[in-house]
């Protein structure tokens, strides 16, 4: 769609979006006065009179300036009813935007809406920063994997800017947001045979060298053995590409006093065939996505070390591996004894995730310190039954943690909903021979299981999170700035808002 959106405050702009909110009852929308000391010609208010305006969400009236060599033109952006107007929708109004600017073949965009938001006694600042983030999607590269029968559109590079400091600041954090969810989208739409461990591993390495204050260490071979992490190990056997933990470290340029370690635990199964208990029909395809949760929190790390800078260390792991199958894949009934001394019988190989991410969880505790633990998986299946695409599942039986992650889920609009833990649950979760098993014969509860696997693995005391994103970590169709069948980077924006609490 868009090639770039970079900030810069240039004098001319092409295009200049101003914002207009539906009438309350029936009748045209009536302009703001902050908007309307901006019409001096009294263009825009003429325009508020054409029939077809009637500045609903995602409108667009087009006004194109009266001289023959001028291409400089006015956009009305319908808001929508003002009463309910949240500063999130501009999100998703990115998205006719930048399709107005991409068929115009414009290079910069003025944006102008603080006269409509502040009307409304909304948070200009909020919405500026929605709407560069969704600008900033709108640039994600969906023609990475196009080869030569493809004639690609051209897609313009455009600058924006604006004479109202709040919304300048608005956009240049969303830009860089949306950036670093971007960064995510690309690692999720890279195919299997390019994105396996290794190569995740060096792309971490590679974002850490271009980012200030992020370093990476892996974790493989024999280090594997030699610090028990022996879920990566039974689940990574089979392929050829070894299984990794991969640990980014962000080093904040001054640390606040009292203030430890965050640490972000990311399932990054860089293909999931389930193994010998192979997924069957058309359940393996997308499983390329099985490190979306890897993905997320690499993209927050970008976001953390470029935008965000918290005053506090944080620290992701990315348990990374392929689970396929081979003569020396983990199976069916193998017993593993994990780090913290656990024993889980494998009843189940396409349960893998929770497997990996026990031995994350488990260096977490025993290694960083942390104040406090939050994990994203794409887990189960059952969490897209339970709330489809729309929220996460959400588990944290910690008020403060969970607080927080709520005031994240707000004020990023990657929303979330608590599921609960209970000691049945983990009930549910015990095996005759072994301590516990992987997949219960069970389908009650389906996604709570995986979460109560999980709690296995985190020490009593330690505030922990865990997300389930199996439903909303891309869209098969177009969604707001989404396009179609790309991931949504979810948890980048979504975790850097969590540490941005701590900045
Ligand atoms: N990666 C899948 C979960 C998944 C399903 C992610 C759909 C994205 C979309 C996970 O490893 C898995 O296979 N889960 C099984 C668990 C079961 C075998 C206990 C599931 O949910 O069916
Ligand atoms: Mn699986
Ligand atoms: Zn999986």
Redesign the pocket.
């Known amino acids: 769609m868009l090639k770039s959106v970079k900030f810069g405050s240039g004098r001319m702009f092409e295009v200049t979006l101003v914002g207009v909110f539906e009438a309350s009852g029936s009748g045209n929308p009536r302009l703001d006065q902050y908007t309307k000391a901006m019409d001096k010609d009294g263009a825009i208010g003429d325009a508020l009179k054409r029939p077809e305006c009637r500045g609903k969400a995602g409108e667009l009236t087009e006004i194109i300036a009266d001289t023959a060599k001028s291409t400089r033109r006015t956009l009305i952006l319908g808001l929508g009813k003002k009463t309910g107007f949240c500063e999130r929708s501009l999100h998703d109004l990115a998205a006719p935007i930048a399709r107005y600017i991409s068929r115009l073949g414009a290079n910069s965009l003025a944006v102008e809406i603080g006269g409509a938001t502040s009307s409304a006694k909304k948070d200009t600042y909020r919405a500026a920063r929605a709407l560069g983030e969704g600008l900033a999607l709108m640039t994600f590269d969906t023609g990475e994997f196009k080869g030569k029968a493809t004639t690609l559109a051209e897609r313009p590079a455009v600058r924006v800017g604006s004479s109202d400091p709040e919304v300048a600041d608005g956009l240049k954090v969303g830009l860089g947001l949306g950036a670093s969810a971007n960064l995510a989208r690309r690692l999720s739409q890279t195919p299997p045979n390019i994105c396996n461990p290794g190569w995740l591993a060096k792309e971490a390495k590679r974002i850490a060298r271009t980012t200030e204050n992020l370093s990476v260490r892996l974790i493989q071979g024999k280090q594997l053995e030699d610090e028990g992490l022996e879920g990566l190990i039974n689940v990574g056997k089979a392929s050829e590409s070894p299984p990794v933990l991969i640990r980014i470290e962000y080093k904040p340029a001054s640390r606040k006093r009292g203030l430890g370690p965050a640490v972000l635990v990311g399932?990054s199964?860089t293909y999931?065939s389930?193994g010998l208990?192979i997924?069957t029909g058309g359940?393996m395809r997308?499983?390329k996505?099985?490190m979306d949760g890897g993905a997320g929190v690499i993209g927050a790390m970008h976001a953390i070390a470029t935008v965000i800078k918290p005053r506090r260390p944080v620290v992701a792991l990315l348990a990374s591996a392929e689970?396929s199958i081979s003569d020396e894949a983990y199976r069916p009934d193998d017993v593993i004894t994990f780090r913290n001394g656990v024993t889980c019988e494998v009843t189940?190989t396409?349960?893998?995730?929770r497997l990996v991410l026990a031995d994350a969880l488990c260096w977490a505790c025993d290694k960083e310190k942390p104040d406090y633990i939050v994990d994203a998986a794409?887990?189960?299946?059952?969490?897209?039954t339970a709330l489809g695409s729309t929220f996460a599942g959400m588990w944290c039986d910690d008020d403060k943690l969970r607080a927080k992650i709520e005031r994240a889920a707000e004020a990023s609009g990657e929303r979330v909903w608590r599921l609960p833990l209970h000691q049945e649950y983990k009930d549910l979760m015990r095996s005759d021979i072994a301590d516990i098993l992987?997949?219960?014969a069970v389908r009650a509860a389906?996604?709570i299981?995986?979460a109560a696997f999980l709690a296995y693995f985190v020490k009593e005391g330690i505030p922990w999170c865990h997300l389930d994103i199996?439903?909303v970590?891309a869209h098969d169709g177009e969604k707001g700035p989404y396009a179609k069948g790309t991931s949504t980077g979810f948890g980048a924006r979504l975790l850097a808002d969590l540490l941005d609490q701590d900045a």
Not at 378 to 384: A, D, F, P, R, Y
């Open positions: 399932k199964m999931d389930g208990s997924k359940f997308g499983m996505r099985d689970n189940n396409d349960a893998e995730g794409t887990l189960t299946g059952g969490v897209v992987n997949s219960s389906h996604p299981q995986g199996a439903g970590h």
